[in-house]
């Protein structure tokens, strides 16, 4: 009998990951240059990209939590899922802190934009996966497919602003910013027991 990872382990320790990441960014904030409204405005872009990554962490620790919930085993296949998925997440500090030092320029809202292509499809593999697995019947076709049409519509529109931030990068910015929205809603069974809110 081989061991295996328990399912709440793995929970745990991906929740450890997500409070770490968030831990880095308030790590990263930068202070205004004086103790003055105007110098605390100059770091507008440090306070937004912020904000942005902050609820960009917090959907995506939302719908990995739910996404647990359909686990009834944890397989070589969700682990190693999990774990990119975790490693794409990984990368947001980096880019939000390239995006707020450079003043939302092309090139750092471009990467940001593909960290969050790379988000995208990490954690559409992984929902794939645990879904995919669920013994919830028939129900688990629809959400895939759900899941499905979601990850191919923003996955396009997280492209679509990686090529725009080359040429309007606080444009292509405030895309991936409505397009993180479209997740504020997680996988979650249909039903009245388990609804996501």
């Not at 308030?26 to 609820?55: D, H, I, N, R």
Request: proline content about 5%; hydrophobic content about 55%; glycine content about 4%.
């Amino acid at each position: 009998m081989t061991p295996s990872i328990s399912k709440e382990r793995l929970a745990s320790f991906s929740d450890g990951i997500f409070a770490v990441i968030i831990t880095i960014m308030v790590l990263q904030l930068k202070l205004p240059s004086g103790p003055t409204f105007s110098a605390m405005w100059q770091e507008w872009p440090t306070a937004l990209s912020y904000v942005v990554s902050y609820f960009l962490i917090v959907i995506m620790w939302i719908n990995h939590h739910y996404l647990w919930g359909y686990t009834e085993k944890v397989t070589a296949r969700i682990t190693l899922w999990n774990f990119l998925h975790m490693f794409c997440a990984s990368l947001v500090p980096f880019a939000t802190a390239w995006v707020a030092a450079t003043r939302i320029a092309s090139v750092p809202v471009f990467v940001y934009a593909a960290v969050t292509v790379m988000v995208n499809l990490s954690y559409h593999a992984f929902a794939r996966e645990v879904i995919y697995r669920s013994s919830d019947g028939g129900g688990h076709r629809i959400r895939r497919r759900d899941a499905l049409m979601r990850s191919k519509l923003t996955l396009a529109l997280f492209i679509v602003a990686m090529l725009l931030s080359l040429k309007l990068p606080r444009i292509a910015f405030a895309m991936v910013t409505l397009v993180l929205l479209t997740y504020a809603c997680p996988e979650v069974p249909r039903d009245s027991n388990r609804a996501p809110w």
